[in-house]
């Protein structure tokens, strides 16, 4: 997920849509890029998307249904207007990222892959940053977050929040 | 003009580099000093990030950790001409944590600008590609093969025998698929090549398809590495409007284009097959093997599926010949290892080194012991597919060999550090749930063995029935190990039973534990 803004994203259009899996029609195995596309736009995949990926590629709606369902960024409704992507893969639990994921969520009354009550902020685990030796680490609407603390990761929200 | 260069390393900018950087910007305004910014990738020193560099007449000189609130006292102490300052470290190559690598594949990363074809070309870049064009394609696959360069994604296949196996193959078409998918927790090397040195990696592939008779390759980086995608479609671009990709390569008669693709965030994606089932736009489930990718890859064509590593070590390869390359290392592996040392330790970063040190000389005198000032109990080697290794462990060489002879890996060369609160019992279960997430499904061993195995470790710390659960749970490991289809189902018995042998302190009722 390259965590993009939600508020950048349009409200459905089917012809924005056909424009977009049209520009990468041509590619060679074209469905994740489309698929990626379309999310970037439109904040998620939708049926709508579905249907029509399926019909421009020849494929059964079910065979495009399995491909956005097995990857874990693609969305089928969008996310808060931040995203908030906390890493919790082994470097990032050796320095305590459960403990804070924890704290975390408590502090925002959600659970993993939830959105708080004011449609602000989504909330999801990932696997790994790469950012392994500035741990605990985060993805803050695609942008890294390294070293974190509870104070940190509130300063880091209340920021994306005036932004 | 003073050149001040400052990473854009993700893992720097998470740590604030951007904010460093726009200070140094204001503060030098403020004070009519005339600075040109760099941005660079990193050095791999990330306990000093955001780390700074000065350019001066005999060289740099290097400042950090530095923080934004840093900036104007450092400018007081006369910054500019490498004044002191408790944040100053000297030049960064006498740094100790630098002067005792071997810096092979990392020679530029985080010295030059990444997107700079002129520094790159400085630092000894395209002279891979200048060899392999003078010499042709079945001496530069004899050179890959002489050299013992093998696979650094984790198998640790011999490269050259890979490209043989393609370039032997009749087909219409062939391709380099480049695996960028580095899932493995405790890993970012590929992330820094392709935030730090991209066009290494497009030399390096070009050389690839050069030698195999591909003109296709395409990169698979993961979607959770939004800047090493960014600064990678970058360099494609510059390297295509400079004639370093497309037809007739800088008039050498070859053509190769390449092609970046993001994944979509599934670690099964990083096994080969997975992989090219997902390059193909289809779920990634992973493929029956055989028939090998090397003869039916992607899109049915015979295709050369290598790690970010592997590629970017065949430059220095080609330019400073089979034999220089093949000199360090020890035993069967030859060559360098970028080797990170991440999780809760002191000196975390990047340490490329040939073959050979032992893992208590990496975790202790390099990496220094934990961040926590905790003793280390437990480090993992591989990311989550390797194994736990306890200190008794630590006289093991760090080789391919030695470590699958403790039951280990070395996988893509990364090792997380635990201190003593460490729950490995805690660590088991995530291993058997990490699996159960990310299981593509195919087969019953990995499909339904990691949530019985999560299931398993939960009754032991229930304490319903431990000793028979414990049985029950290492029987269930033999069954994933030998009846998994691919790597992922294949080796996470090695993190579990390891956690098992190694600390079966932590396997018993937590009702009891807590009672001690």
């Not at chain 2, 034999?323 to 970063?349: E, H, L």
Request: glycine fraction near 12%; aromatic fraction near 8%.
């Amino acid at each position: 997920m390259d965590g993009k803004r939600m508020p950048e994203a349009s409200a459905w259009n089917a012809e924005r849509a056909s424009e977009i899996i049209a520009e990468h029609a041509g590619l060679e195995g074209p469905m994740l890029p489309i698929l990626r596309a379309l999310q970037q736009e439109f904040g998620c995949v939708s049926d709508a998307a579905v249907r029509l990926v399926a019909e421009a590629l020849n494929l059964t709606r079910a065979e495009v249904h399995g491909v956005v369902t097995f990857y874990h960024d693609f969305r089928r409704e969008p996310c808060g207007s931040h995203l908030l992507q906390l890493c919790r893969a082994e470097a990032c639990q050796s320095m305590g990222s459960e403990d804070l994921a924890a704290a975390v969520l408590a502090k925002l009354g959600v659970g993993w892959h939830g959105t708080t009550r004011d449609g602000q902020l989504t909330v999801e685990p990932v696997y790994c940053l790469g950012l392994c030796a500035t741990s605990p680490s985060a993805l803050l609407d695609g942008e890294p977050l390294g070293r974190l603390n509870l104070d940190k990761i509130t300063e880091a929200l209340e920021e994306a929040r005036a932004a | 003009m003073t050149r001040i260069f400052v990473p854009k390393d993700a893992a720097a900018l998470a740590v604030g580099a951007d904010k460093v950087a726009a200070r140094i910007a204001a503060e030098a305004r403020s004070r009519w000093l005339a600075v040109e910014i760099v941005r660079t990738g990193s050095r791999g020193m990330f306990f000093l990030e955001p780390l700074i560099e000065v350019e001066m007449a005999d060289g740099r000189v290097g400042y950090g950790p530095v923080s934004a609130s840093d900036v104007a006292s450092l400018f007081d102490a006369g910054l500019l001409t490498g004044g002191a300052h408790a944040l100053r470290i000297g030049k960064p190559e006498e740094h100790p944590f630098l002067s005792g690598q071997t810096r092979l594949t990392f020679a530029r990363c985080g010295i030059i600008d990444p997107l700079s074809l002129g520094d790159y070309a400085a630092h000894d870049g395209w002279n891979g590609f200048a060899r392999a064009i003078a010499i042709g394609p079945q001496a530069i696959i004899a050179e890959v093969t002489k050299s013992g360069l093998r696979g650094r994604g984790g198998a640790g296949f011999p490269t050259g025998i890979k490209w043989k196996t393609v370039a032997d193959t009749a087909a219409d078409r062939k391709y380099v698929a480049c695996n960028a998918d580095e899932g493995d927790s405790g890993t970012f090397a590929d992330r820094m090549i392709m935030e730090g040195d991209p066009f290494a990696l497009i030399e390096g592939m070009t050389i690839c398809g050069i030698g195999v008779g591909a003109t296709k390759g395409l990169v698979y980086c993961r979607s959770e590495y939004p800047h090493a995608g960014k600064t990678f479609s970058e360099a494609l671009r510059i390297a295509r409007e400079a004639r370093y990709l497309g037809p007739n390569i800088q008039g050498s008669g070859f053509t190769f284009e390449l092609e970046l693709r993001m994944g979509a965030g599934a670690y099964i994606c990083g096994e080969e097959t997975s992989m090219l089932e997902s390059l193909e736009g289809k779920r990634g489930v992973v493929r029956a093997k055989p028939p090998l990718p090397a003869h039916k890859g992607l899109f049915a064509r015979p295709t050369v599926i290598n790690n970010v590593l592997s590629l970017v070590a065949v430059p220095t390869v080609l330019d400073r010949g089979a034999d220089f390359y093949a000199n360090f290392g020890f035993g069967r592996s030859r060559g360098t290892m970028p080797i990170q040392i991440a999780g809760n330790v002191r000196y975390g970063g990047l340490y490329e080194t040939a073959f050979g040190l032992t893992l208590g000389e990496i975790v202790d005198d390099i990496g220094g012991g934990t961040q926590s000032g905790r003793p280390v109990r437990a480090v993992q080697c591989g990311g989550p597919l390797g194994a736990y290794f306890p200190r008794s462990l630590f006289h093991t060489p760090y080789d391919y060999e030695a470590f699958t002879a403790c039951d280990g890996l070395l996988g893509h060369g990364g090792i997380v550090v635990f201190d003593d609160t460490v729950d490995m019992a805690l660590m088991a279960r995530f291993a058997m749930e990490f699996c159960a997430i990310e299981s593509c499904g195919k087969c019953t061993p990995c499909r339904i063995g990691a949530t019985r195995g999560v299931e398993v470790i939960d009754r032991v710390l229930a304490g319903v029935k431990p000793a028979e659960n414990m049985v029950l749970l290492e029987d269930l490991c033999n069954t994933m190990k030998f009846g998994s289809l691919c790597a992922l189902g294949g080796f996470v018995p090695y993190p579990v039973m390891s956690a098992v042998r190694h600390f079966r302190e932590d396997f018993v009722p937590r009702a009891l534990a807590a009672a001690e």
